[in-house]
Nanobody, 125 residues
């Protein structure tokens, strides 16, 4: 089982940048694909980005392509989400999730097995 702790959220003006980090522990990090999801009150959790266990495959929600970049450092047991050109509609609680390696990289919340508690990102207009 893996545990994750997110950090790096905060308040930023539209057009600004933030880098989220998700530090994992408790299990071999490279055994997991990793994803970032976000959620706003009253809405379903939505997929943002995902990266395969070795980092060779990534996937993104269409609305963040070209603005967000997911990466991972298996030596540091950490996955990152670099967010540039932020928009007010990016405001949400961002959570990282771990998916057991062995299946195709998932883009649905139900594909993932372990979740962090999330970090708030607020983008002001």
């Amino acid at each position: 089982q893996v545990q994750q702790v997110e950090s790096g959220g905060g308040l930023v003006q539209a057009g600004g940048s933030l880098r989220l980090s998700c530090a994992a522990s408790g299990s071999t990090f490279s055994n997991y694909h990793m994803g970032w999801f976000r959620q706003t009150p009253g809405k379903e959790r939505e997929f943002v980005a995902a990266i395969s266990w070795g980092g060779g495959v990534t996937d993104y929600k269409d609305s963040v392509k070209g603005r967000f970049t997911i990466s991972r450092d298996n030596a540091k047991n950490t996955v990152y989400l670099q967010m540039n050109s932020l928009k007010p509609e990016d405001t949400a609680v961002y959570s990282c999730a771990a998916m057991i390696r062995g299946s195709r990289l998932g883009v649905r919340a139900r594909d993932y097995h372990y979740w962090g508690q999330g970090t708030q990102v607020t983008v002001s207009s």
